[in-house]
């Protein structure tokens, strides 16, 4: 009985913390894309993060779409 409701709280904090991982990371991804967009030669640092923004955000949403949290 107790632990049905712990787990159960456990799950939803998980769940709130990855959706917001993921607003977060989705963000910082788009805000990169724009500087990159925006820019006559991008720098090849600028490249490079804006290419691991991508995967980081890419990553997060496969995890969350495998554990039906979205």
């Given amino acids: 009985m107790f632990k049905r409701k712990h787990v159960g709280r456990i799950r939803r904090e998980r ?10 990371c989705k963000d910082r991804w788009l805000k990169q894309k724009r500087l990159v967009e925006n820019s006559i030669e991008p720098s090849e640092e600028v490249l ?3 290419r691991l923004a991508e995967a980081k955000y890419m990553f997060l949403l496969k995890e969350a779409r495998h554990n039906k949290d979205i």
């Fill in 48 to 50: 490079h993060q804006l």
């Fill in 15 to 24: 769940k709130e913390q990855l959706l917001k991982l993921l607003m977060e």
